[in-house]
Nanobody
Framework: QVQLVESGGGLVQPGGSLTLSCAAS????????MGWYRQAPGKERDLVAR???????VYADSVKGRFTISRDNAKNTVFLQMNSLKPEDTAVYYC???????????????WGQGTQVTVSS
């Protein structure tokens, strides 16, 4: 059973920083992309940043230059360093991973439980 466990959310003042982390655990054959999405109240869940095997990264325009995604492949962990946070960054942040559960099976999307990030003075 694959699990994604997130940590690092909280309350921060505008201009501050937070780092989120997400570790994939359990038994699986292969892990491909890992990333972060966020969902604000009354809005859809949107991509924040994504890291694909081979080193390619993708960022939402709204976070470029402020957020950095990185991975520790040995520990199946993804990080999101968030700097210069703004009130509009307030949302529940969800970890996502594209995982092949067993050899020959198709890849599937897995989600973490979500962690709240609140940017407010």
């Amino acid at each position: 059973q694959v699990q994604l466990v997130e940590s690092g959310g909280g309350l921060v003042q505008p201009g501050g920083s937070l780092t989120l982390s997400c570790a994939a655990s359990g038994s699986f054959f292969r892990l491909n992309a890992m990333g972060w999405y966020r969902q604000a109240p009354g809005k859809e869940r949107d991509l924040v940043a994504r890291s694909i095997n081979g080193g390619r990264t993708v960022y939402a325009d709204s976070v470029k230059g402020r957020f950095t995604i990185s991975r520790d492949n040995a520990k199946n962990t993804v990080f999101l360093q968030m700097n210069s946070l703004k009130p509009e960054d307030t949302a529940v942040y969800y970890c996502n991973a594209l995982i092949q559960p067993s050899y020959g099976q198709p890849y599937d999307n897995y989600w973490g439980q979500g962690t709240q990030v609140t940017v407010s003075s």
